[in-house]
């Protein structure tokens, strides 16, 4: 058992699925992996179950009965590490979006530099995104300025869904009490751990749109983000 789990979220990724594990476990240092399956019917899980031959006490797989959000996925497997002690836990997507060579930039960050929480940015050194469409662009950064000017909270990129975090700061934040599964999921859990103090830092990667798949981004998950974040901060949420 290594000190870290990259989480890896999946619905329908037969086609990406193979390739982030095995480029996860090309990295220098070493990782274990989680993959959460929503019971994808094209086969995801499967894959998996094949290369558990091959990486037997590395690679693990949680199947969930239904797909019912990227954040309970998450909690998923933030409680499935938890009760495993892992030191430190990062979630990851499955598309490539997220490049499994800033995996140990993240993971440094958090044991040398000192953050309980770090992530992914893709707006703390200007725009570091490529092959998105424009509009597509300017709605994830003007939402991260927007979460920005809404809540006081002091990161660039609340949305990024490439995060480090700490043992200590899922324990402490009440994961049963997360209101939302989307977007507003991510901002969510970075508010909460603000909230709560703790020391954030964003480490800046490029962002690469999916190649292979189809996106899961839908109308809903940004509406939840849009008004979600009004009701964070005028309503307040439970630490």
């Not at 690469?208 to 809903?220: A, F, I, P």
């Amino acid at each position: 058992m290594q000190d870290t789990l990259v989480i890896i979220p999946t619905y329908n990724e037969k086609e990406n699925i193979e390739l982030i594990i095995r480029k996860t476990f090309s990295q220098h240092k070493a990782f274990d992996i989680l993959v959460v399956d929503d019971s994808s019917p094209d086969g995801t899980a499967n894959i998996v179950k094949e290369l558990q031959k091959e990486f037997p006490k590395s690679l693990f797989l949680e199947i969930r009965k239904e797909k019912n959000g990227l954040g309970a996925a998450y909690i998923h497997g933030f409680k499935w590490a938890i009760a495993k002690k892992y030191d430190y836990i990062i979630e990851m997507d499955a598309d490539f979006s997220h490049d499994p060579k800033d995996l140990e930039r993240l993971y440094d960050a958090c044991v040398k530099e000192g953050a309980d929480l770090s992530i992914g940015s893709r707006y703390s050194k200007g725009v570091n995104v490529v092959n998105w469409p424009m509009k597509r662009v300017l709605l994830s950064y003007f939402a991260s300025k927007y979460v920005k000017f809404i809540t006081g909270i002091s990161i660039n990129d609340t949305t990024a869904g490439f995060v480090c975090y700490k043992r200590n700061v899922l324990e402490t934040i009440k994961l049963d009490k997360i209101r939302f599964v989307g977007y507003a999921f991510q901002i969510e859990m970075k508010f909460k751990a603000w909230k709560h103090g703790f020391n954030i830092k964003e480490v800046s990667v490029i962002f690469t749109d999916r190649t292979l798949g189809e996106s899961k981004m839908s109308k809903t998950i940004i509406t939840e983000a849009i008004f979600g974040i009004i009701s964070m901060r005028f309503k307040g949420l439970p630490k």
